[in-house]
């Protein structure tokens, strides 16, 4: 069978995630790997198994045996190198967000839509296997139409001061996840969104003129009311639940336990708390997401997950920052309006 | 040991429930019950053992030997025969809301404390078991500071247009409890209220100017935020958990199922829904407010839920209102600085 | 509506249950009480609503108003007051065991029989909520054919020495419970027995030649195989739970925790103990199981649990101490054969 | 970091999934597989990076760079291939069971220990996470005294009359784990067995003297009770459950679901139903083995299941048919002293 050769772009973390993944994958082969730094991949299965191991991203864009190249260098890099992938003719899966900024991401999106390659942003969470089985379910028409829908995500906790510089702030660093999560679930655009943000964890947030604790409430153009609560530290492991309520029932996908020990003594009863890591958790999404992609380019099928999806998400981080920054309702009309 | 004298104004169904309940009290004793009606208690246990049924409530409020007063007559009677309770020197019992008036409120209140009678409010979600373990929890410091306080409360189903009509609103007839509620877990005053409400369920509400949907968000004086979701149909049945998630950790009560039954076939696990039926699912709770009323009468201890808990429920139910017919958000010190 | 009218024998803790249970209820009336000893009843709602409390039994089986006797005295008593109800022609509820000898079980039913007054015995966890909910499941055909049926019951502690002494020894005073379930639920007769039992908890069971632990392996006439495992020491509370297997699936009761409260911090997360009293876990089935008896005396329905089901679980209960002693499986024939 | 090199005899199912986690450990090499037939390697990963792909074993044995050999062929041929690999100075890993007769894995075994080399039994198991914490949590004195051992342990569909044919029965074939997992999770030897065993899920299983329903009770040397149950077909997926009941405590692990969807409608709640495939369930625990098998090797560390284990559980599955047969219980001292 044939597969798609890639090329990454960006050996950090989530690149070594990518990379151990497509060397596993029947469907993509990995082909080569860049980064700025390569040190960090001596004596790795990836070193082992990859032909180009370079410094330099113009050697994956100028391979001809390269379909499709992974983008998971820093936030800042992704709109030049989606611009340059995309005249290059590869397809592209970038990890999330596209950029920092509206516009540039508005831009990169129209080269990358005139070259006419695939896109996928990095929205892991809609493969996580629980989550997939509550939007099936909803498409099935279980719940009827959805009236509420809810998220429930907290980190394990807060990220070091370093990242928490850099990131563009928790709505677009953390929360742009569940946006894209709402969105999927409603099966519909957002019309207004409203934010009660706090500093409760840790200081260091306001600091970066940044908030650590949310609760985020929209309202769909089907009349659904979603509601989206945050917390860059819940001790008792990674918090990731969905709901979604609707006049013929309601479904909803609980955290993934450690184990599913359970240990009752004079004391009380004991079970495992929620996974810890987000590797731990979304370890099989990782997979899943990759060869979803694969499927579209060889099948000529639709994408799971699209820039316009990681476009719109964006646009929910920026009016959700708005509406905490003026403690008021941003309508997405006037943010689509607005000279961002 | 002594027991508290009780007469009840009104015997529908939730004057019956309570009558029922003192009749099994150690702590209570049902000297007489009045109703403009009465024949619905013919063959009834409280017929046959209460001493005084009457169609005039002064015959209550007259009697030398009776301590305290149940309030269970329609809303729009409550003020009036709470200032005549207070000022005959009853101690009052409530069913809520307590009007469907600020003002009247207020001024009900005040004749209560200048008499100096104790009057407690009927939020008797307060003496679930679960949520008062919640609430222990929470006391005891087992989460740390308080960040987010969930309350998911949904009605089982519709009530009838009749009802719709005078019901004063979704806000103040249904999310009443749960605004009561988020206010005890918090134990914390309420700053703002945000409303995103709307009519999913049926256009009966929209008739009568009311809603059958809305998540609302709170602000806490401690910094906390709050968030209450509704609707007034849930299939499955009367939905009713609340979380609270702090720093330290994150405590919360699910429903309780009809049975715990768990069968498993080739199409899956089915569990019994959880109940549906109010009475059902609060009943142990309908017994404990009263006997927790009749202990602060007995051992002039602080009683669990005042007056000022009906009247800052009353106020947010208010404010929710105004949130959501300006869609904007509303805070507590204009609503009360304006002359309601 | 016609109530049946009731005296009690034997005013402890079982017998003051039953009688605050018929106080309650639509369908019992209780007219008088008796006991040995009385003063216990001092000051309780029982003293007060009961006309005849006496020392003398014999006041209950001449009381011509007397449709229905409650024998809850001393298991020694029991037949003796059994054949005495059945000549007076009073219909009767009797706890279980009936006697701690089958030939005297025998031969107290024989005379109920011959009188044709209704015999129910007390097996009031066919009444409780969740094995209720699993028997008409399994008899709407939802698991098809039974293959294994388990029943695990472990008490929350060990009675004190006293107790022991005079109880029979736990097959007959604990297990006769799980021997009457595991045939209501197989609703099938027990072909063979093997018992496997030890002494772990406390060697006081030793010394009155009992056992507190054992794991009981039944053989139904059905095909089905059967497992009980009990236990006198539960320190995390009183574990009552039940499992069907059939070759359409399974169905199951877990136990019913104090509250549904959850709390998860860094140690874990925390569930409340299954609820600790047998008042606490049955005391709705408790009351079902008198409604059940007064409604097949009026409506002339069958029992729920007949005399029959009291003799064969005595019958197991005397199989099972058999096969312990001996080490050995043993039939019911050699049992019902043999000269007891 | 030095690797294990190793050769897999036997390239079936089995074979094949060890293959792939080896290509995938950081702990192990694939160097050569062999087996009678290589036609279904053809495309896979391991036909690109395996070495030596031989139908030859001897070319595995006789390869000093090869340290230790995985047996994953038919049962038959396991005594044999174990005997060479073990003077060829191969460390071995052996799928269970050992082989049908007891004398030779008596035999082989005692090869084994004469050479010196480490052999691991295939009890993957005790490697599942869930299986893994409740033993830790044993050994950590949390339930203290172990007093009952449950296992539920029912496969989700009986096997093709060609697989029972040559099975061995399912106490060899499928409860040996369950023997094994006792043990384990008991810390003590097994005294003596009970079986009651039926012919409920498909005639064929009698065809061929077999059973495919039973319970099976065990007396161990430190007086805990066991009790394993099994069922060929449970249609609801693949049932792994265990208990262990001690004077302290309780400790148990649930099922694993195919997701934590949670549906409620008019109808009810459903759940997804545990994982179906042996492969889904235990995916992890096969890795893990194959990876402590390799510390094992690479550190001198203790094996995490030895021969003795192996032999142990095929003694109590020889045991299980012998009590079956005979309807009694069975001693190990018995068979231990019989000349098998």
Redesign the interface.
């Known amino acids: 069978m044939k597969k798609v050769n890639v090329g990454i772009i960006g050996a950090g973390r989530i690149g070594q995630l990518h990379a151990n993944n497509i060397l596993?994958s029947d469907l993509l082969c990995l082909k080569a790997i860049s980064d700025i730094k390569l040190d960090h991949l001596s004596g790795t299965s990836i070193k082992k198994n990859v032909e180009v191991i370079t410094n330099n991203p113009e050697d994956i864009f100028a391979d001809a045996n390269i379909d499709a190249v992974f983008i998971c260098s820093s936030t800042d890099t992704h709109a030049d190198f989606i611009k340059k992938a995309a005249l290059a003719g590869k397809h592209i899966f970038c990890e999330k967000p596209v950029s920092f900024n509206l516009n540039d991401t508005k831009a990169a999106l129209k080269v990358v839509e005139k070259s006419g390659v695939l896109f996928q942003a990095g929205f892991n969470r809609r493969f996580d296997?629980?989550f997939?089985?509550?939007y099936e379910?909803i498409q099935a028409g279980?719940?009827g139409?959805p009236?509420?829908i809810?998220v429930s995500s907290?980190d394990p906790g807060a990220p070091p001061e370093e990242y928490i510089k850099t990131s563009g702030g928790m709505f677009i660093d953390m929360t742009i996840h569940d946006f894209d999560m709402v969105r999927f679930l409603a099966n519909s655009d957002v019309v207004d969104i409203?934010v009660?943000?706090?500093n409760?964890?840790d200081p260091i947030f306001e600091k970066f003129d940044d908030v650590d604790?949310?609760?985020i409430?929209?309202?769909f153009g089907n009349?659904?009311?979603?509601?989206i609560?945050n917390?860059r530290?819940?001790?008792?492991?990674y918090?990731q639940r969905i709901e979604v309520?609707g006049?013929?029932?309601?479904?909803?996908?609980?955290?993934?336990?450690?184990?599913?020990?359970?240990?009752?003594?004079?004391e009380?009863?004991?079970?495992?708390?929620?996974k810890y890591f987000f590797l731990d958790r979304y370890n099989d999404a990782y997979v899943d997401e990759i060869n979803e992609f694969a499927k579209s380019i060889l099948n000529n099928s639709p994408l799971p997950c699209t820039g316009e999806d990681g476009y719109q998400a964006e646009l929910l981080a920026y009016a959700a920052r708005l509406s905490w920054k003026e403690?008021?309702?941003v309508t997405m009309n006037e943010i689509e309006l607005i000279n961002i």
Chains 1, 2, 3, 4 share one sequence.
């Open positions: 596993n296997k629980n997939r089985k509550v379910t279980e719940i139409e009236h509420i809810m907290r409203s009660k943000a706090a409760l964890v604790t949310a609760v409430t929209l309202t009349g659904a009311i979603g509601v609560d917390s530290e819940a001790v008792y492991g918090d309520f006049n013929k029932g309601v479904v909803s996908a609980e955290n993934e336990r450690q184990t599913n020990m359970q240990l009752s003594t004079v009380g009863t004991y079970l495992d708390n929620p403690n008021r309702t």
